[in-house]
């Protein structure tokens, strides 16, 4: 398998091997919704093409610091640049949901926002393993088919910086280990930075170089990930981090 | 052969047809009252041939499908605008819920006293009659569109005349439809009123002139020519929102 072939894979190796990822800078990064503070004082570097993982509690913010990320959000204070200054990033979010156009077909719905590219969206359906899908209408498809859809449309266009707003949450958990390997292998094969907002502390420690812990809106926990790649989950060290991490979100 | 899914709707009326015919043959009904269905056919048969029939039918199918251009037209224009543009609504939609509220029929002394009674006259009754579903299922429909399409095609560089033609119109469509085949429908409701206040040729003009020479067979003529157009314009409402609508499992 691929992912094995690059087991000690690091930080520094997967930015050398796609050159492609941008690093992001917090800098005081705060939000709130009428008069609740959703995040306050968020301070956070990443390193290009880094695999970050962003966990914590249902409301805690951890989305909204994805959708601030994104452009989605207007920030109440502080500032985020996402690589070099005065250089425009291309960066693409995957949602909770698929959100596929279900008036389109599924290769017209990986070729939005593209002119004249099907060639290219054909070639992304195909990295997913659905292109024989290509002339369906989207609503024929499973979950899962429809999230892998979601990630050829995002990867199309080559993304530096992928947000993952909980894609697969949604999904019964063989797609999702499934779906956590194929994101892995894109990932390691283009070398782009990626965010990941889960609620999943397993999927979290499965696929991220750092586990960021969000609660009530301020950063509780930084965790570098050192574990080998590929065979990550069964390993007594996984286990032992999961229940760390786990007693440290339930608070015990 | 036709399936027999495609007869089955059609059982209902034939039996009654062949009831009222017995009826009438037997004696219980006068033809005074109702006219054996025969009869009624003879009469379709002598004005058909004597082509007056389809001089009325041209002048009701022309003022029906002019009508209901204008009517539906302005609808689906003022609706895209109103649900698109906020100032547009702010400004125009109180003054159009006011007249909403106006029953089409109560204008007709009005009408009569502007218009005189041509042709003029009854367009506008239809046009004011059809305006209105089109207008707020358009509306409605614009305002319903799923935001979450909305903001990953933003998200995805699809912005102005393409984010409104790929994802706010299809995702107004359906709702628009309804306001098709509901306008469609009342069309012919207004056009007897219509061609009964005073008109020269039209269906409507033909059984009321009946009605004074107690030719209760044309009546009965006109009265089902309506029930058949009527029963045309649903079906070819139909026939749009099996086309439009075919990326929906629900119309398929």
């Known amino acids: 398998m691929q992912i094995n072939s690059v087991e000690e894979h690091t930080v520094g190796e997967a930015a050398a091997l796609g050159q492609h990822g941008v690093g992001l800078s917090l800098r005081g990064v705060g939000k709130s919704y009428g008069g609740r503070a959703v995040l306050s004082g968020i301070d956070l570097q990443l390193v290009p093409g880094e695999f970050v993982a962003v966990i914590g509690r249902s409301g805690c913010g951890k989305s909204t610091l994805l959708r601030s990320i994104a452009g989605l959000e207007h920030l109440d204070a502080g500032s985020i640049q996402i690589g070099e200054a005065g250089s425009a990033v291309d960066m693409r979010m995957m949602f909770q949901e698929a959100r596929l156009l279900p008036w389109k077909s599924v290769l017209d719905n990986v070729a939005l926002g593209l002119t004249g590219a099907r060639q290219e969206a054909a070639a992304a359906l195909a990295t997913v393993g659905l292109q024989e899908r290509a002339s369906d209408w989207p609503t024929v498809l499973s979950g899962g088919q429809r999230q892998r859809v979601a990630l050829a449309r995002a990867l199309v266009h080559n993304p530096q910086l992928l947000l993952l707003d909980e894609p697969l949450g949604a999904l019964d958990a063989l797609t999702r280990i499934e779906m956590q390997q194929l994101i892995e292998k894109l990932w390691i094969e283009r070398g782009f930075t990626a965010i990941l907002v889960t609620h999943d502390v397993q999927e979290a420690l499965a696929l991220a170089d750092r586990v960021l812990l969000i609660e009530e809106g301020r950063l509780g926990l930084d965790l570098r990930i050192d574990l080998p790649r590929g065979q990550r989950r069964g390993t007594g060290a996984f286990a032992a981090l999961e229940h760390q991490v786990l007693s440290r979100v339930l608070g015990h | ?252």
Request: overall charge neutral.
């Open chain 2, 1 to 252: 052969m036709a399936k027999p899914s495609l007869l089955a709707p059609w059982a209902l009326p034939v039996a009654l047809i062949v009831f009222w015919e017995v009826a009438a043959q037997a004696g219980w009904l006068s033809s005074r009252i109702l006219p054996e269905p025969w009869a009624v056919a003879k009469a379709f048969w002598t004005l058909a041939e004597s082509g007056e029939l389809w001089s009325h039918l041209r002048t009701s199918l022309w003022r029906a499908t002019t009508g209901f251009a204008i009517g539906g037209g302005l609808g689906l224009l003022l609706g895209l605008l109103n649900g698109s543009v906020k100032r547009a609504e702010t400004l125009l939609d109180t003054t159009l819920q006011m007249i909403r509220n106006i029953p089409a029929l109560a204008l007709i002394p009005l009408v009569i006293l502007w218009f005189g009674i041509d042709e003029t006259a009854k367009l506008f009754l239809l046009a004011v009659g059809v305006f209105f579903p089109v207008y707020l299922n358009t509306f409605h429909g614009i305002r319903s569109a799923d935001q979450g399409l909305i903001e990953m095609a933003r998200s995805y560089g699809v912005t102005g005349w393409p984010l409104y033609r790929d994802v706010i119109l299809p995702a107004a469509l359906p709702s628009i439809l309804v306001g098709v085949r509901f306008s469609l429908g009342l069309v012919w409701v207004l056009l007897i009123v219509a061609e009964t206040i005073s008109a020269q040729a039209g269906i409507g003009y033909m059984t009321m002139n009946a009605r004074e020479f107690l030719q209760t067979d044309i009546v009965l003529v006109g009265i089902l020519l309506y029930a058949l157009l009527g029963k045309g314009a649903d079906q070819l409402s139909c026939g749009l929102e099996k086309y439009f609508l075919r990326w929906n499992p629900a119309y398929r």
